[in-house]
């Protein structure tokens, strides 16, 4: 097993490490899929399905997006 890390800005943003975007075929705009179970999460290229899911579910968040709920959830 390889492992590969990158470290956290301020934003909470981490560069993909080369070796990671090489094994992924990742390129500058793709998009990446976080798979999460228990402790473990999973770094993959994401599918079409991927990006049309969370497209879905822009519309049932939007209700989130008031000026008193960034500032409520700001620091989570």
Do not use: C, H
């Given at each position: 097993?390889?492992?590969?890390?990158?470290?956290?800005?301020?934003?909470?943003?981490?560069?993909?490490?080369?070796?990671?975007?090489?094994?992924?075929?990742?390129?500058?705009?793709?998009?990446?899929?976080?798979?999460?179970?228990?402790?473990?999460?999973?770094?993959?290229?994401?599918?079409?399905?991927?990006?049309?899911?969370?497209?879905?579910?822009v519309f049932?968040?939007?209700?989130?997006?008031?000026?008193?709920?960034?500032?409520?959830?700001?620091?989570?």
């Amino acid at each position: 097993m390889q492992t590969a890390i990158s470290k956290l800005t301020k934003k909470y943003q981490a560069t993909v490490p080369k070796v990671v975007r090489k094994k992924l075929e990742l390129n500058a705009g793709d998009v990446i899929a976080f798979e999460i179970e228990d402790e473990t999460i999973r770094l993959r290229k994401a599918r079409p399905i991927d990006i049309e899911f969370s497209a879905a579910l822009v519309f049932t968040l939007s209700e989130w997006e008031s000026i008193n709920d960034e500032e409520a959830y700001n620091d989570l």
